[in-house]
């Protein structure tokens, strides 16, 4: 089991930054490749960025390329998103979210175990 509890949330304004951590505990952190999701009112949960266990592959969704980033700490079992230059539409709950193996896969299904989330809204 991992347990993954999520942190960084809130209100900003369009243009603006903001660092969401999530922070795992239970099984071995490195074992787990590394996914942030987001889910807005009333549409389905979609995928943002992913790392691999071992420092190696990342994925972005195309929305969020060259805006946010995905890092990891395994010292501290903690993985980030930096978000920079938000814009409305990305309003929504953001969910950390872990699976096994090296690929960072893009699909809900694909990951195992999940955060409860924390809401970030950006003002126009």
């Known amino acids: 089991q991992v347990q993954l509890v999520e942190s960084g949330g809130g209100l900003v304004q369009a243009g603006g930054s903001l660092r969401l951590s999530c922070s795992a505990s239970g099984r071995t952190f490195t074992s787990y490749t590394m996914g942030w999701f987001r889910q807005a009112p009333g549409k389905a949960r979609e995928f943002v960025a992913a790392?691999?266990?071992?420092?190696?592959?990342?994925s972005y969704a195309d929305s969020v390329k060259g805006r946010f980033t995905i890092s990891r700490d395994n010292a501290k079992s903690t993985v980030y998103l930096q978000m920079n230059t938000l814009k409305p539409e990305d309003t929504a709950v953001y969910y950390c979210a872990a699976k096994s193996g090296s690929m960072p896969t893009i699909g809900v299904e694909s990951y195992d175990y999940w955060g409860v989330g924390t809401q970030v809204t950006v003002s126009s």
């Open positions: 790392i691999s266990w071992n420092f190696g592959p990342t």
